[in-house]
Nanobody
Framework: QVQLVESGGGSVQAGGSLKLSCEVTVSGYIYSSYCMTWFRQAPGKEREGVATISPRRGSTDYVDSVKGRFTISRDNDKNMLYLQMNSLKPEDTAIYYC???????????????????WGQGTQVTVSS
């Protein structure tokens, strides 16, 4: 069983920064066994995989629209996941979710149904 709790959302102006956190509680498999991914969903749009980080080596991948602006990281000792978001744009406005998948991330990391465990989401609003 895995429980995920996001925090750190808020309202910022375009060009600003926010850092999202996801506190992960696990039982059974250890946290470092899980592929971790940030998704987002804007009003009227489909859910989108934003960034992913592999279980142990910490390899990362990003959707093109955030490359160079967002950085995903994890602390396997603290069971934490982070998303540093810089140079924010109004189109980054969405609810951001962290999600966990047991095993390697793989090429289909952006596919939401692959993930069994989800947080409740945190709102990010970027004004122009």
């Amino acid at each position: 069983q895995v429980q995920l709790v996001e925090s750190g959302g808020g309202s910022v102006q375009a060009g600003g920064s926010l850092k999202l956190s996801c506190e992960v509680t696990v039982s059974g498999y250890i946290y470092s066994s899980y592929c971790m991914t940030w998704f987002r969903q804007a009003p009227g749009k489909e859910r989108e995989g934003v960034a992913t980080i592999s279980p142990r080596r910490g390899s990362t991948d990003y959707v093109d629209s955030v490359k160079g602006r967002f950085t995903i990281s994890r602390d396997n000792d603290k069971n934490m996941l982070y998303l540093q978001m810089n140079s924010l744009k109004p189109e980054d406005t969405a609810i951001y979710y962290c999600a966990a998948y047991l095993g390697a991330c793989g090429d289909n990391w952006q596919r939401g149904p692959n993930y069994r465990y989800w947080g409740q989401g945190t709102q990010v609003t970027v004004s122009s």
